[in-house]
């Protein structure tokens, strides 16, 4: 290796620990940067070899083997899918530590919430342009205004389908709380292209709501448009053209009266 290579990968490589240095605390959220993967690991293996590089002048103190390993983990981390599809974490980031939180606010300030909404962020990063992402997720993203700019990124890619779940879409668990949305997105900016919407709420089952689903009953469909000209961009797929017009041309009621 040339000087300006080993130059280049020691400051690639200490960058690289750097960012790594609360993996463990960030998990598959954490973003890692697009470095020279294959001189970086020409760079570690040259030190291996005792050739031109010592680890300890360079301050790296941690071992060659070890080295590789984080940097095959880097590079899948840093990595684009064609298909991204994953059940994520429900919390509340302010329920996590101190660095967690301090590190979704910095990386995440349109999802912070909650980590499942992060996770819809960080997903939409690991998928190529025209790529898939599917999920499964709490459904208050679709609504609350602390979603709202969320909802704004979202409107740049395509929503293919979504299975809007609601409550007791799962026998093992019981309660009103973990109230559920399923969904495709595709990297692809298309605002007139027209999703399918299948609502099943109001079965209290789930079976009742396979069968639904399967009957082909309460199918809704809906462009990213159409959802963009209510004020606060609600996912209200099911709005009917007239409740969208309404917005369109009205005056807010508050302009007659607080």
Not at 19 to 24: E, G, Y
Request: proline residues 3%.
């Amino acid at each position: 290796m040339d000087d300006l290579e080993v130059n280049t990968a020691r400051v690639q490589l200490e960058g690289l620990l750097d960012t790594l240095r609360d993996a463990k605390e960030y998990g598959s959220i954490l973003k890692v940067e697009n470095y020279n993967w294959e001189l970086l690991r020409r760079f570690v293996s040259a030190a291996d070899a005792g050739t031109q590089i010592s680890m300890d002048s360079n301050g790296l103190e941690v071992t060659v083997e070890q080295l590789l390993s984080l940097i095959d983990i880097a590079e899948t981390m840093e990595r684009k899918y064609d298909v991204v599809v994953t059940n994520p974490p429900y919390m509340a980031v302010s329920n996590g530590g101190a660095r967690l939180n301090d590190y979704v606010k910095k990386n995440y300030p349109d999802s912070k919430a909650d980590l499942f909404a992060v996770f819809i962020e960080r997903c939409r990063q690991m998928t190529v342009n025209n790529g898939f992402q599917a999920m499964i997720t709490q459904h208050s993203w679709m609504f609350l205004s602390v979603f709202e700019n969320l909802r704004r990124k979202l409107l740049s890619v395509s929503t293919v389908n979504m299975v809007h779940l609601g409550a007791h879409a799962f026998e093992e668990i019981g309660g009103e709380v973990v109230q559920t949305t399923s969904f495709i997105l595709r990297g692809y900016k298309n605002f007139d292209y027209v999703g399918v919407y299948c609502r099943l709420v109001e079965p209290v089952s789930q079976y009742a709501k396979e069968e639904m689903f399967q009957s082909g009953e309460n199918r809704f469909f809906s462009s990213n448009k159409k959802m963009s000209d209510i004020p606060g961009i609600p996912f209200a797929y099911w709005a009917s053209p007239n409740t969208i017009s309404a917005y369109k041309i009205g005056q807010p009621m508050a302009k007659y009266a607080p």
